[in-house]
């Protein structure tokens, strides 16, 4: 029997529109090669790139463009947030791409289960400031509420001196610890899906 195939979505929730460099890209890209390695195909998207109505509903009318990325999150087995650190908290851009997540807390399939579990959810976070432990630690919890399993080790992060003016993407060498760090988030992200995909959790009883 041939071994699932497992796909893999980036939301990318830098404050830069696109075509200006995005160190929170380029780590989830980072991400996206090493699950590559494991057979994890992957594809991305720029949030801010998008019209993402507020609100916590999954569809907010006329506009809003979040259906459509909403699709494609569904269709991922895993889910990459990837954030910037702005004054200690992940983005406003970021913090939106949570909220409207929130909606699939009523969502479940024909089991009665979160349409969500048994999706898997890695965090990325980068700056020039501290934070990176804060936002992981409320990124996990919200990916879990609605329904995301965190694999052991599933975060990767890097933190330029502070008020330093480096960003990743500036960097000649990805220094081995985050390396190590975006290995480990992507190995085990992959082997839990794997697992997840042949055998889901049970279904709920109400």
């Known amino acids: 029997m041939s071994e699932q195939k497992l796909t893999a979505l980036s939301l990318v929730c830098s404050l830069k529109p696109s075509p200006a460099p995005s160190s929170?890209?380029?780590?989830?890209?980072?991400?996206?090669?090493?699950?590559?390695?494991?057979?994890?195909?992957?594809?991305?998207?720029?949030?801010v790139d998008h019209d993402i109505s507020p609100g916590v509903e999954k569809d907010m009318g006329e506009g809003d463009e979040w259906p459509a990325i909403r699709d494609r999150i569904l269709a991922a087995d895993i889910l990459i947030f990837s954030t910037p650190t702005w004054m200690g908290h992940t983005s406003?851009?970021?913090?939106?791409?949570?909220?409207?997540?929130?909606?699939?807390?009523?969502?479940?399939d024909d089991e009665n289960r979160p349409i969500l579990l048994g999706k898997v959810a890695l965090v990325a976070v980068v700056g020039n400031e501290d934070g990176a432990h804060h936002i992981v630690a409320e990124a996990f919890q919200a990916l879990n509420d609605?329904?995301?399993?965190?694999?052991?080790?599933?975060?990767?992060?890097?933190?330029?001196?502070?008020?330093?003016?480096?960003?990743?993407?500036?960097?000649?060498?990805?220094?081995?610890?985050?390396a190590s760090a975006t290995a480990n988030a992507a190995r085990?992200?992959?082997?839990?899906?794997?697992?997840?995909t042949s055998d889901q959790y049970p279904p709920y009883p109400f």
């Open 24 to 47: 929170s890209e380029l780590i989830a890209a980072h991400i996206q090669s090493e699950l590559q390695k494991y057979g994890v195909t992957g594809d991305t998207v720029r949030c």
């Open 92 to 108: 406003s851009v970021g913090q939106r791409v949570l909220e409207r997540l929130d909606a699939e807390v009523a969502e479940t």
């Open 188 to 196: 085990n992200a992959a082997h839990l899906a794997r697992q997840l």
């Open 146 to 178: 609605v329904g995301y399993t965190i694999p052991a080790q599933g975060c990767t992060y890097w933190n330029g001196p502070a008020m330093g003016k480096t960003d990743y993407n500036d960097l000649d060498e990805v220094p081995e610890a985050t």
